[in-house]
């Protein structure tokens, strides 16, 4: 997990966690995609997308376009 001083990049294998870590409001984005990010947690972005049928590159996106307005 990245030092929380440093810039997540948001990616395909970074975790659900991981973002969740940095910016806490993206629990959001996850609930609209359907991802649970309470226990599906550690899982990466492409792992918690497939398992619950959502595209990842949306997800990403959605994901950087919260934390680019942020």
Known sequence: MPE???LLTIDTTVTVNDVLVQ????VSVFNEFGIDACCGGDASLEEA???HGANVQALI????ALVAGA
Request: glycine share 0%.
């Open 4 to 6: 929380s001083s440093e």
């Open 61 to 64: 996106a959605a994901l950087n």
């Open 49 to 51: 997308a497939q398992r």
């Open 23 to 26: 910016h806490p409001e993206a």
